[in-house]
């Protein structure tokens, strides 16, 4: 045998043994796999295959990882789409919003980018990967409170966001009570004060400009009670 058979051979049988998970890492979606036939993948970028790595850990488990941990990393994905989406919803609020929504708007602004960073820092120490964007459900709401305007905007925007609230906080008491990891648990309790207070700051900005909110779910009322201080 020739040495170009040689060469051909042993190329042919490396790439026989190649794992196939390799060739499932290739995003189809990316410059590099638009440019090549039909059925013919690209080469998959070392930054995409890490990304798709990561994603999968969080999503299967780490080797010795416990159930509550994983739940964990799904409360900060959920945690942190969310606290997207009540920033950009604030942003929006902020410039269509009448006089008292604006004043919420902006404090909504600045709390729920503290609230995200402090979620980002304690995922970060826990090895867990962020969406960066917020759910395809709320940027539907997104979409739809950027087609309104003025009394109609003020209206679902505060109704929104107080249920928002609501079902985050509940989420939030749940995660706080079970929490694998101390400073996570230190985090969900810190935003779980700030969401109390802008429970109040709603309802304020509510009855200024003459809406009205629907009353707090009994079962959240219940299972939701802020603790004294």
Known sequence: MNIRCMRIAVVGAAIGVLPLSLTAQVDPNSAAGASQPTGQPGPASPVGQAAQQSSMRDSLGAPGETGQQMVDKQFLRTAVETGIADVKMAELAAQKGGPDVKTLAQQMIEDHTAVNKDLGDAADAIGVMLPKKMSKDEQAEYEKLNGLSD????????????????QTLHSFYMEASAASNADLQTQVTKAMMTMHQHLGLITKAATAEGITLPPHPPRFAATTTPAKQ
């Open 151 to 166: 009394k109609d905007f003020d209206t679902e925007y505060l109704t929104y966001i107080l249920k928002a609230h609501w």
